[in-house]
């Protein structure tokens, strides 16, 4: 067919304004979070289309343990997302050695990175470099059944020590009351022990010596006697019936129905913990509360009462990403969309000024624990990478159940750090 000179033109007009608007497509590979979290996300994606034409957004949600074994193959793969959830800390050191990551500090608007604290962006930075963003810090607490506390006689306000917090399970144990549900069979909900006795122990530096070699590793003593103080709890058989084959998604619903006394969990189980509850209600605000992991009456390293061990989790992008995705995590991270997630109850965002419209008591305590403790501390299974963090979540379940000594358990860790 022919076409008139001013018809082809027109022809070619469409052809190439399709083009110009051929859609870039962002991928947001997310560890799966409640209903509430994902709309809160989907938002911003639909927001973010909406003022930037011919660009779409993906949230992909992945069930926690699925995530951690996916995410590796993943990004050695064509199918790699854009920017993917990450808890910062060795892994991303290692995902920038292995050249999965870009860094992305010309591609935020200027003055962004001014926002966010330096320890946030220390947990994304290699070599000077930024190769993501955090989003939110969080504590590992232990989330207390005031109603199961009381009835055994428990005052929660006087644990202050470790040996304090013994004698509140023999207490409970006592009573009737099952003392702590565990979710043992993920393993990670009982590495939260030994790596908290280990900074009570050791102090805020024990970790980062050990890392450099200093003072024997991590076969130096306060790795050890947190085992020993890990099992001093294990030998009262605190936890509920089949905890190690008890799943974290299980173990947090149960504690919602009133289960146990203590659950030892990030404070992002305020919400999903009521989800997973048979009721889906789970327990009222005023049968919670929250007790600092206690501390050790004798410490070996100054510093080690107030330190807290959670999480600055946030995003990092992937090699393959476009311009557009660093724009988005950009718009995801402003402190207009932090403060929405405080107001909402979601998480407690890590922007400055953006957690002014926070209004829940329990995410308070938290925002002051953390901004009151000597040294925030990144979950052991996620700071110093995937290999070593899996020999700590199996030495923290070995411990548990007893198979194996706080010396032995030393060891095995050294060893996969050396071979890391």
Do not use: C
């Amino acid at each position: 067919m022919t076409y008139p000179t001013a018809a082809l033109a027109a022809a070619l007009a469409i052809v190439t304004g399709h083009a110009a608007l051929a859609q870039t497509e962002i991928t947001v590979l997310r560890v799966a979070v409640n209903d509430e979290q994902q709309a809160y996300l989907e938002q911003i994606a639909a927001d973010f289309e909406a003022q930037n034409e011919g660009v779409t957004v993906t949230f992909e949600y992945v069930a926690n343990e699925a995530y951690k074994q996916r995410l590796p193959t993943l990004l050695q793969s064509n199918a790699r997302p854009d920017i993917f959830y990450s808890w910062g800390g060795q892994t991303v050191v290692e995902q920038v050695e292995a050249g999965f990551l870009q860094p992305i500090d010309a591609l935020l608007p200027e003055g962004f990175a001014d926002t966010i604290p330096d320890a946030g962006l220390q947990a994304y930075s290699v070599d000077g470099q930024l190769y993501g963003l955090p989003q939110y810090a969080t504590e590992v607490v232990f989330w207390t059944n005031t109603a199961l506390t009381e009835q055994a006689g428990v005052d929660i306000a006087a644990i202050a020590t470790w040996d304090d917090f013994l004698e509140a399970v023999q207490t409970l144990k006592d009573a009737g009351v099952t003392p702590i549900v565990a979710g043992g069979q993920d393993k990670w909900p009982l590495h939260f022990y030994w790596s908290y006795l280990a900074l009570r122990e050791g102090g805020p530096a024990v970790v980062t010596d050990a890392m450099a070699g200093e003072n024997g590793g991590f076969e130096a003593e306060p790795f050890i006697a947190a085992g020993r103080q890990f099992q001093r709890l294990t030998e009262l058989e605190p936890f509920q019936p089949g905890y190690i084959s008890t799943t974290y998604e299980t173990a947090s619903g149960m504690f919602a129905d009133g289960a146990g006394a203590f659950h030892l969990m990030g404070d992002w189980d305020y919400l999903p913990m009521r989800e997973r509850s048979t009721s889906g209600e789970g327990l009222p605000d005023d049968q919670l509360a929250i007790l600092s992991f206690p501390a050790i009456a004798d410490p070996v390293t100054e510093g080690g009462a107030d330190a807290t061990l959670g999480g600055i989790n946030g995003w990092a992008v992937t090699n393959s990403a476009e311009p557009e995705a660093v724009e988005f995590l950009a718009f995801m991270m402003n402190a207009e969309n932090q403060r929405e997630a405080g107001r909402q109850e979601l998480f407690i965002p890590i922007a400055e000024s953006s957690a002014d419209q926070m209004q829940n008591p329990f995410y308070i305590e938290v925002a002051d624990h953390i901004a009151a403790s000597s040294y925030h501390q990144i979950f052991l299974d996620q700071f110093l990478g995937a290999s070593v963090g899996a020999t700590i979540n199996d030495i923290s379940a070995d411990l548990a159940q007893g198979v194996i000594t706080p010396e032995a358990a030393a060891a095995q860790v050294q060893e996969s750090w050396g071979f890391r």
